[in-house]
């Protein structure tokens, strides 16, 4: 999540998503403080990516090498 005051947060969860914790996430995902254009939820499993909400930046699906070598190293 991204805020319109240009903090960022990113969280990881170890094990699936439960119906709960999407809730939760989609409650503050549309608070106002939340830039919901540069924020997005994501769930991965059984090696799929799946765009829950908002929009991944351009970035997203990448390789590390691919990532590397549009943007640098730094860029991260």
């Known amino acids: 999540m991204q805020m319109k005051d240009g903090i960022f947060c ?3 969860l170890k094990s699936p998503l439960t119906y709960e914790q999407f809730e ?5 995902f549309y608070e106002v403080d939340v830039d919901q254009e540069k924020s ?3 769930s991965y499993q059984n090696g799929e990516f799946k765009i829950l909400l908002g929009n991944v930046p351009d970035y997203f ?3 590390f090498e691919e990532y590397v070598e549009k943007y ?3 860029y991260i």
């Open 10 to 12: 990113s969280n990881r």
């Open 24 to 28: 939760n996430f989609k409650w503050k």
């Open 40 to 42: 997005y939820l994501v």
């Open 61 to 63: 699906h990448l390789s």
């Open 72 to 74: 640098g190293y730094d």
